[in-house]
């Protein structure tokens, strides 16, 4: 054969592989411009959150990573933001944000300052932070090993040496028997290829050695580590309950030029080694640490998660000659903007983060998602692309639970310092004052938007036609299908997403003593004589929030609240009536979505719907239409808002059980939607 005839061959076979390469792993960008990114849609039992670690905010820390500071000449972290003093502050910050969430690492070098000796004081205050974060309705999310660790551990060789494993995880099993039946969501190890790579590769995190086969045992006793931590957390009294996950930093690599296959190699090696390797080893329990070509089974890794966290931040552009220092630009897109850590902003990525990580068939929690952007010009765009994303993800199907902001305020960027501000909050670290953002105020408002109202449910009444039964008893604390009806109905307003309850008790009260329900804030409201539902409602006013969702404490109405509130606040009316059309009565007139008429007593030709019982009301129409003294809710307001009443069409059956007849529907209903 002629030579020739070899080269066209070998270079057919190229452009094969390379098209197919192109095809099979596009580089997705969006058209950022055409996009409505206010166009997003999260349920309403989304987790949203912020994160933080130990060494970034605490300040005064005595660590690897302090050590590490000083011997490399790097700006020393010294007071931080100064948290371990202040916060209870910082948690108002948190709080003011509206997140239900907070994500924050506990230092082992404070609670283990030397080998098996514990201070039982930073235990008492990450205790007291906890139940103060409770106290305040915020879920902490607690993550055991965030980069830092005591001086003791690394001397004796840190995670590169497998015997020492067992320091770690008898620190994590103490922490969870301390704190584990008050935490319920545990982060084993952040970023464990980061830590790896940084530390034992590229040399820029402690220990700052650049050795294949120290990153090869690193890597395997961090993922053995992560495993035993896992298995023992859960064999702990608690632990069955706890969701305990691996948060996992998604760096897409994505070729440089798209026809050299050198590039493609070289995206390829890395994605294996960073991302796919470890994802893998999860599904499989088999590990095949980076540079390493063998794989090795670890006792107990195989479905070591409860959900994974992704970290995700940017893409790399690859070609075989990358720096693989800080001080050289990493490669971008001519239409990419550079972030201040120099790596462009490219959201598309995380929808690829997502679709990576989905294969492990477990919930997704973005555990940390921001930027370095000293003056926030950026951020703002950062977070309503990246929440776009997250949210087309969600309608596509995919089972993203939360999303937490990386970071709650300005701190120690690790190797680089104080110069990297990935804050919504701003840090003057002089005063150590927290100024408020855009961007921050901008989650603030997404969080907002996407927060279910308080419930208000009027569960005094008493029931004059289920005959002795509620001659004592108020309605709503009769019993259905084992429980009464208002914790039926609760435990609909809380699978919606809603969180705060008013209950208003009538002149009954003191039959709520005790009453409780898990996951909701209850607050009762007690009449000195009976008053009526609209009496009830004025007299509850100044706990009532601005916007809320008002029940009748012996209805059941299973309807979707989501979509109710929407429609609440699209149509800007200021009170939002559920109308069931198919109802064997009618009570009230509708037209053109406006409530025309109501009557409670008395049927007119003209009537062609019913009040379902669900509605949606601004706090003003309480101030406006109420008084002091026994007054009708429906017979005052109604025809006194007659033409300015949304009417919000939904046929979802509802369930009043006003007599006894009914009561026993309802409880064949309940029955058969529980088996
Ligand atoms: C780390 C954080 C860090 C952030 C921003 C993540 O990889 O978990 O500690 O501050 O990236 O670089």
């Not at 055409?34 to 349920?43: A, G, K, R």
């Not at 995380?350 to 010009?377: C, H, K, Q």
Request: hydrophobic fraction near 35%; glycine fraction near 8%; aromatic fraction near 12%.
């Amino acid at each position: 054969m002629e030579w020739w005839f070899y080269t066209g061959i070998a270079a057919a076979s190229y452009m094969f592989v390379v098209i197919y390469l192109h095809l099979r792993h596009p580089e997705k960008h969006l058209n950022w411009g055409n996009i409505e990114l206010s166009d997003v849609d999260f349920p309403p039992t989304f987790s949203w959150g912020v994160a933080t670690a130990s060494h970034q905010i605490e300040g005064n820390n005595h660590n690897n990573w302090t050590q590490f500071e000083v011997s490399q000449n790097l700006e020393i972290s010294g007071l931080t933001c100064d948290h371990w003093s202040r916060w209870k502050t910082d948690f108002d910050l948190v709080e003011n944000l509206g997140v239900g969430h907070y994500r924050f690492s506990l230092e082992w070098s404070r609670l283990e300052p030397e080998e098996g000796e514990w201070d039982q004081g930073a235990i008492e205050q990450y205790s007291m932070m906890i139940d103060n974060l409770i106290e305040r309705k915020i879920e902490p999310m607690v993550t055991l090993h965030h980069f830092s660790h005591p001086v003791w551990f690394e001397a004796k060789g840190g995670f590169a040496k497998a015997e020492n494993i067992d320091y770690w995880v008898r620190f994590s099993e103490k922490m969870f028997s301390v704190l584990g039946w008050k935490v319920k969501w545990w982060c084993t190890i952040n970023e464990p290829a980061v830590f790896a790579s940084m530390g034992y590769v590229l040399g820029e995190f402690p220990p700052g050695k650049r050795s294949f086969g120290l990153t090869r045992s690193v890597s395997l006793n961090l993922m053995r580590a992560h495993a035993r931590c896992y298995r023992a957390l859960k064999s702990l009294p608690g632990g069955e309950d706890a969701q305990i996950g691996l948060v996992k930093n998604i760096n897409i690599f994505d070729p440089y030029r798209r026809w050299n296959l050198l590039h493609w190699i070289q995206a390829k090696l890395l994605d294996e080694m960073f991302n796919q390797c470890w994802l893998r080893s999860l599904r499989t329990g088999k590990f095949r640490p980076p540079s390493s070509i063998f794989s090795r089974k670890i006792d107990g890794l195989r479905g070591s998660s409860d959900f994974i966290g992704v970290n995700y931040y940017t893409h790399l552009l690859t070609t075989p000659f990358m720096p693989t220092t800080v001080e050289i630009d990493p490669l971008k897109r001519p239409w990419e903007e550079r972030t201040d850590f120099r790596y462009p902003m490219y959201a598309e990525g995380l929808r690829r983060s997502f679709d990576m990580v989905n294969s492990l068939n477990l919930p997704i929690i973005v555990t940390e998602n921001g930027v370095a952007d000293d003056d926030d010009d950026m951020r703002p765009e950062h977070i309503r692309r990246h929440l776009w994303i997250t949210s087309q993800a969600i309608r596509d199907g995919l089972d993203i639970r939360g999303f937490y902001h990386w970071s709650l305020m300005d701190n120690f960027e690790w190797a680089e310092g104080y110069t990297q501000r990935f804050g919504l909050y701003h840090v003057d670290y002089q005063t150590q004052e927290r100024t408020l953002k855009d961007s921050g105020k901008l989650y603030a408002e997404y969080i907002a938007k996407s927060k279910m109202p308080q419930v208000v449910v009027l569960a005094g009444g008493l029931g004059s036609r289920l005959g002795g039964m509620t001659k004592a008893t108020p309605k709503s604390l009769i019993e259905v299908d084992g429980k009464p009806i208002l914790s039926h109905i609760l435990d609909w307003a809380h699978g919606q997403g809603c969180k705060d309850a008013l209950i208003l008790i009538g002149h009954l009260g003191e039959k709520f003593d005790g009453f409780s329900h898990r996951g909701m804030n209850l607050q009762f409201v007690k009449e000195n004589q009976p008053l009526g539902t609209g009496g009830a409602i004025w007299n509850a006013r100044q706990y009532l929030a601005d916007e809320f969702i008002l029940l009748w404490g012996d209805d059941y109405h299973p309807i979707d609240y989501k979509r109710l509130v929407k429609h609440h606040r699209d149509n800007r009316q200021r009170l939002t009536m559920t109308v069931i059309e198919s109802h064997d009565t009618q009570n009230l007139q509708h037209a053109e979505n406006r409530v025309i008429a109501y009557s409670k007593s008395k049927i007119d030709e003209n009537f062609n719907g019913y009040e379902a019982g669900t509605s949606v009301v601004q706090k003003s129409v309480v101030e406006s239409c109420g008084h002091t003294g026994s007054w009708s809710w429906e017979e005052t307001v109604y025809p006194q808002l007659s033409g300015q009443i949304h009417a919000y069409i939904d046929e979802t059956k509802f369930w009043d059980m006003g007599t006894p007849d009914r009561l026993a529907k309802l409880e064949k209903f309940l029955k058969r939607n529980r088996s």
